[in-house]
C-alpha cells in the first residue's frame, strides 16, 4: 500500500527554469495539499484542492500553480523557479475536506534553486 | 500574529522526564487540532488529535485542549531518546476546506 507517491524526491533547478511536482495517493481520498517547509518555519499550505474540480489557494501561493488531475493525482508548478523557492515539498491528503481524520503525507520532494 | 505558534526550542529534558510542548492559535472558529512527530529528513507522522475540550490519553501522550484559552498542549510521560525529533501543532480553522495550519514546530531533545 503505498499512501502517498511524490516524485522527484530530488531535483536541482536553475533560477528561471520550470518544473512539475507529481503526487499520487491511492486512498482514495477526496482532499489533497501542497506544504513547503523551511527551516524554522513549519509547514506551509500552498495550494490546496477539497475535492476532485476545485483548488484554493493556501498562505503561500505566488510563484506557484497546482493541477488536479484527477481524484488521485495533484501536481504542482513552478514556471519560472527562484532560489526563494528552494525548499522541502510535501503532498498530502486526507478523506474529507469537511470532517476531521489524519492529514497522510508523502516521503518529500526537495527541491533546490540555484 | 501567526495563526500557530509554537515555541521552536529546543526544548531538552533527560530521559524519563515529562516534556510539555505548548501551542497557541488565533482563529477561535478552530475545530481540530492535530500533533504531528517529525524525525530529521521524513515526513510528518500523526501522534494524537482532539477535538474537545479537556485531556486525551494514549499511551505515553496526553494531548490537552483549553478552546476559552486557544491552547493545546502535548505532554510525553516517560520520555524516551527515541522520542527526539520535531513536534508541529497543526490546527484545522473552521470552513469546510479541510486545510491544516501548522506552528513552527517545537524540537525536542531527550538526553540518555
Known amino acids: 500500500n503505498a499512501g502517498v507517491t511524490q516524485t522527484p524526491k530530488f531535483q536541482v533547478l536553475k533560477t528561471g527554469q520550470s518544473m512539475t511536482l507529481q503526487c499520487a495517493q491511492d486512498?482514495?481520498?477526496?482532499?489533497m495539499y501542497w506544504y513547503r517547509q523551511d527551516p524554522g518555519m513549519g509547514l506551509r499550505l500552498i495550494y490546496y484542492s477539497a475535492s476532485e474540480g476545485t483548488t484554493d489557494k493556501g498562505e503561500v501561493p505566488n510563484g506557484y500553480n497546482v493541477s488536479r488531475l484527477n481524484k488521485r493525482e495533484f501536481s504542482l508548478r513552478l514556471e519560472s523557479a527562484a532560489p526563494s523557492q528552494t525548499s522541502v515539498y510535501f503532498c498530502?491528503?486526507?478523506?474529507?475536506?469537511?470532517?476531521?481524520?489524519?492529514?497522510?503525507f508523502g516521503e518529500g520532494s526537495r527541491l533546490t534553486v540555484l | 500574529q501567526k495563526e500557530v505558534e509554537q515555541n521552536s526550542g529546543p526544548l531538552s529534558v533527560p530521559e524519563g522526564a515529562i516534556a510539555s510542548l505548548n501551542c497557541t492559535y488565533s482563529d477561535r472558529g478552530s475545530q481540530s487540532f492535530f500533533w504531528y512527530r517529525q524525525y530529521s529528513g521524513k515526513s510528518p507522522e500523526l501522534i494524537m488529535f482532539?477535538?474537545?475540550?479537556g485531556d486525551k490519553e494514549d499511551g505515553r501522550f496526553t494531548a490537552q485542549l483549553n478552546k476559552a484559552s486557544q491552547y493545546v498542549s502535548l505532554l510525553i510521560r516517560d520520555s524516551q531518546p527515541s522520542d527526539s525529533a520535531t513536534y508541529l501543532c497543526a490546527v484545522k480553522g473552521s470552513g469546510n476546506t479541510g486545510k491544516l495550519i501548522f506552528g513552527q514546530g517545537t524540537t525536542l531533545q531527550v538526553k540518555p
Open positions: 486512498m482514495n481520498h477526496n482532499s
Open positions: 498530502a491528503s486526507r478523506w474529507l475536506a469537511g470532517g476531521g481524520g489524519e492529514l497522510f
Open positions: 482532539i477535538y474537545s475540550n
